[in-house]
């Protein structure tokens, strides 16, 4: 009896270990798309990420996605049954209460659009293509291609018709609008309220529907289509532009739903393959869905033509493609050091529409004539300053005055802006010694240097009361624990600051230990990489890896709700309800530190082109670049439970270093990193420290 229930036990086990390696099916670039795996409602439903499924194209301004009720941020809430119509573009992944939402459409039965209800019943999306049906038979489709897309609209027979609202927007951001009905064409420009209301964009559109209809004039901004009784379909070519009505009518696409979207599925795959990853299938999902969120702004604000809008609304001409729709504070760490990468001629126009913002006026925020929806720019000198050490052109004499007065007119009033403007002194210091300005140099490494000050009178002294609470000081986002690490320019000079490395060391065990990380926001997120400074450097590997892929505790929340329940899982999940509570991905922000860290290396400071290195998630992650170059990391022992780094090689010679930089990565080659599930706890490699001596 005994042998027998032995037996049973031994293929029961069998049969579970079979099962286990029946799920973990592998992943390979040469046998399936990357943009097959992407799941577009990652991050949709609630405040986990504020993404939405909409049609849309890498870097477009024009997204194409439904409008529920009740809504998110992008107008789009996963869970929600009932539909209200469709609009023509949003700012995927930010804050206050989202923007966007323009050209407001709506397809109904009957005789009155709001009488009509559209509740969903069947509904699937992939990059660049959305569709949704509904329980009164209307199916709807879109497929967006550059700054142009498609509606296709199916309807059951009887009376029919398309609302169209051109006073909407997200948030109440609605200012003014023109249009003109020229037969069974609508075109004009809209104006709204950038994202968190500052300022303002206008753009400029045109809508065509491909069969006749009489036109219904219901009030100044709204209007109805109504379709013939007998037609049981009804489509609509759209097309934005920055510039002017005629160059959108000029983008528009005569072409199929399944024509456009083939197009837009071929240059997402183009894009998505530049970083190929090898390994199991369910963790190559949520890479590549992540990766999908990265490259969906700043958007192209350029006709075809070359001509386009600056932020002050001038029209412009350049051969190089200029780009808008800003959110620097957020993704300069992770989604632009990313795109320098993967994105180099892309990268190139991004950089010079960033300088281009100084010759026009820059501002913190946007200014009153954007030619897109934009968020926010500061941080902006100190992405040039990293771009041009990375190889890319900036004319610093061209904006030299320009630098100089926006530095000039930083803010210092919370201990937080103290920190951050000092990054920005840095900057400028760094960039008057490239142009050969040694006494100006100086005076803002003096003024940059004065952070020692903020920093002794704020986050010295960690026995306060406040130091762990949301807000406490003046603070923006965050608290004096997790803005006390922001000196990246000086790590050296901060280790100083406190105590020496053996204090240093110290504060940071003591940060993680309380759970005092917060990866909902981005004060913080370089901190998990802080301990490469010193000759600990292995618990950035551990924090670098368990942040990215296994349970964590986390206890601030953007509410500022710290104190009702830890949050205690995953960051990161391929789900509707994804990321943390009231985490947004922040334009892609979140979901390049997840994409980095993946890949084995992530921004050890903005402003130096170095990366610091942790075990990639993946057996090997290759990054395809220009020239036909590759740069591919392979994991010797690669395992989940194998967080460490025990020994690295760079094309089959050793490599004592705990860093690559942005030669490194554009020379090609492979670097070898041999992971382990025991810490090297004695470090000798030559570690990367910033410092201003």
Not at 662 to 684: C, F, M, T, Y
């Amino acid at each position: 009896m005994k042998l027998a229930l032995n037996i049973i036990a031994t293929v029961f086990l069998f049969h579970l270990n079979v099962l286990a390696q029946k799920k973990a099916v592998p992943f390979s670039i040469k046998t399936q798309r990357p943009v097959d795996l992407v799941n577009v409602f990652l991050g949709s439903s609630g405040d986990h990420g504020q993404m939405s499924p909409a049609a849309s194209y890498p870097f477009s301004m024009l997204s194409i996605g439904p409008q529920t009720y009740p809504k998110t941020h992008t107008g789009y809430e996963y869970l929600a049954k009932k539909f209200e119509g469709f609009t023509h573009n949003r700012f995927e992944g930010v804050g206050c209460q989202g923007s966007g939402g323009n050209i407001f459409i709506k397809p109904f039965l009957g005789k009155e659009p709001m009488q009509s209800t559209l509740i969903k019943s069947t509904e699937n999306a992939s990059p660049g293509y959305y569709r949704v049906g509904f329980e009164n038979k209307i199916d709807a489709s879109f497929a967006v291609a550059g700054n142009a897309g498609k509606h296709v609209y199916h309807y059951p027979k009887g009376e029919k018709g398309i609302y169209l609202d051109l006073g909407y927007a997200f948030n109440g951001a609605f200012v003014t609008e023109e249009h003109v009905v020229d037969g069974n064409a609508v075109s004009g420009w809209i104006e709204s309220k950038t994202t968190c209301g500052v300022g303002k964009y206008r753009i400029y559109y045109y809508l065509e529907i491909t069969s006749k209809v009489n036109w219904e004039k219901l009030s100044e901004h709204k209007l109805v289509a109504r379709l013939d009784v007998a037609a049981t379909s009804a489509e609509i070519n759209v097309a934005l532009s920055s510039v002017s009505v005629e160059s959108a009518k000029s983008a528009i696409l005569d072409q199929t739903l399944e024509a456009i979207k083939n197009k837009s599925t071929a240059e997402w795959n183009k894009n998505l393959a530049k970083i190929e990853v090898s390994g199991d299938l369910e963790n190559a999902k949520l890479f590549y869905s992540l990766l999908y969120r990265t490259m969906q702004s700043p958007y192209v604000i350029s006709d075809q033509d070359g001509q386009y809008r600056n932020t002050k609304a001038e029209l412009r001409k350049d051969k190089e493609i200029r780009y808008n729709g800003w959110a620097i504070w957020d993704n300069y760490r992770t989604q632009l050091p990313l795109l320098s990468i993967i994105t180099p001629d892309r990268y190139a126009g991004m950089v010079t529409s960033i300088a281009d913002l100084y010759d026009s006026g820059k501002k913190d925020y946007a200014g009153q004539t954007e030619p897109s929806n934009t968020v926010r720019s500061e941080h902006a000198i100190v992405v040039l300053l990293d771009a041009y050490r990375k190889g890319y052109l900036v004319d610093f004499a061209g904006i030299a005055d320009s630098l100089e007065k926006e530095v000039k007119g930083l803010d210092y009033k919370s201990p937080d802006k103290a920190l951050e403007s000092s990054y920005d002194n840095w900057a400028l210091a760094e960039i008057f010694t490239i142009l050969k300005q040694p006494q100006k140099a100086a005076i803002y490494k003096n003024k940059a240097l004065e952070y020692r000050t903020y920093w002794n009178k704020d986050f010295k002294d960690m026995s306060k009361r406040d130091v762990d609470q949301m807000q406490a000081r003046g603070l923006y986002q965050g608290t004096i624990w997790q803005y006390r690490w922001f000196v990246p320019y000086d790590f050296k000079g901060l280790i100083a600051l406190d105590g020496g490395e053996e204090a240093y060391i110290a504060k940071l065990d003591e940060f993680f230990a309380r759970d005092l990380y917060n990866h909902a926001n981005e004060p913080d997120l370089q901190v998990p990489l802080m301990y490469n400074i010193t000759r600990q450097g292995y618990k950035s590997q551990y924090w670098m890896h368990r942040l990215a892929a296994d349970t964590v505790i986390q206890n601030y929340f953007n509410d500022n709700s710290r104190g009702i329940g830890s949050y205690i899982g995953k960051i990161y999940k391929n789900q509707p309800e994804a990321y943390l509570r009231t985490m947004d991905d922040d334009a892609g922000a979140m979901s390049a530190w997840y994409i980095f860290t993946a890949s084995g290396f992530s921004p050890a400071c903005v402003g130096w082109p170095v990366y610091y290195l942790n075990v990639p998630l993946f057996p090997s992650v290759t990054f395809h670049l220009p020239k036909a170059k590759t740069f591919r990391v392979e994991v010797a022992n690669f395992s989940p439970n194998n967080k460490y780094i025990r020994q690295v090689f760079l094309n089959g010679k050793p490599f004592n270093r705990n860093y690559i930089t942005q030669e490194d990565i554009k020379q090609g080659g492979v670097l070898r990193i041999v992971s382990s599930a025991d810490p090297v706890k004695v470090s000798s490699t030559e570690n990367w420290i910033s410092s201003m001596e």
